[in-house]
């Protein structure tokens, strides 16, 4: 398995990553949509709900309280997934990473080209005046983060109810379908808008790397049934 993947980058110049919450998992953030049942003992509402815009607007300082307790994982480091990507992209040969996870993993193990479909916990923005901040202003706020001027300060992730960025989208699409290889790890494909942005690959490899079946594994070319940072650690 680990040899034909080697063989498969070995002979492309453009790859592009798509992963999904399982790259995070490994460094210890756990996936919020598949541990809904966990968070029913504790609060009211599920994530879903909570991670909204609405709820957001409506209840900001419970909004606050989940997601600094869920969401928010400062002493989270790059794993062996996020540091063989990054180093792959020094080669030349990985173009872009697209994410689905905003906890800014692939920038801190030193990937430079990453698009962030749903944003990023690492900025934070005024809702009135624009202004960014650090994700430890978040951290030390006691309930909800004030700007200077008295706005409300927002995590620059998409909530639910919310639209994913345009340009971001394009760009991701555009990397895509220009791909000659395109490596999907870490997501078993069945959320919106992974699903639909697999389909614009036009290449012949497709490479799937998760632990369990996903959507896509009838058009994959090579399916890796592993942990996603034990792969590419051996790369
Ligand atoms: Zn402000």
Redesign the pocket.
């Known amino acids: 398995m680990i040899s034909t993947l080697k063989s498969i980058i070995e002979s492309s110049s453009n790859i592009v990553f798509f992963g999904g919450a399982g790259v995070s998992t490994e460094s210890g953030i756990p996936d919020f949509r598949s541990a809904d049942g966990l968070y029913k003992e504790k609060y009211k509402y599920p994530p879903e709900i909570m991670l909204s815009r609405s709820f957001f607007m409506e209840h900001t300082e419970e909004f606050y309280k989940f997601y600094k307790e869920k969401m928010l994982h400062p002493d989270a480091k790059p794993n062996k997934a996020h540091i063989a990507l990054a180093k792959l992209e020094t080669t030349g040969k990985l173009k872009t990473v697209i994410t689905q996870n905003v906890d800014g993993l692939h920038t801190k193990a030193g990937s430079l080209n990453v698009l962030e479909l749903h944003g990023s916990a690492l900025r934070n923005v ?1 809702l ?4 960014c901040y650090p994700v430890e202003k978040i951290i030390q706020s006691e309930s909800i983060p004030f ?5 409300i300060i927002k995590p620059d992730v998409v909530l639910y109810e919310e639209s994913l960025d345009v340009g971001i989208m394009h760009s991701a699409t555009n990397a895509i379908h220009a791909a000659d290889v395109l490596i999907v790890g870490g997501t078993s494909l069945n959320v919106y808008p992974a699903a639909g942005m697999i389909t614009g690959y036009r290449g012949k490899k497709l490479v799937l790397i998760n632990k369990s079946e996903t959507a896509y594994d009838y058009r994959a070319n090579l399916i890796i049934r592993e942990s996603i940072g034990e792969t590419l650690g051996l790369l």
């Open positions: 005024c009135i005046c624009k202004k700007c200077h001027c008295g706005g």
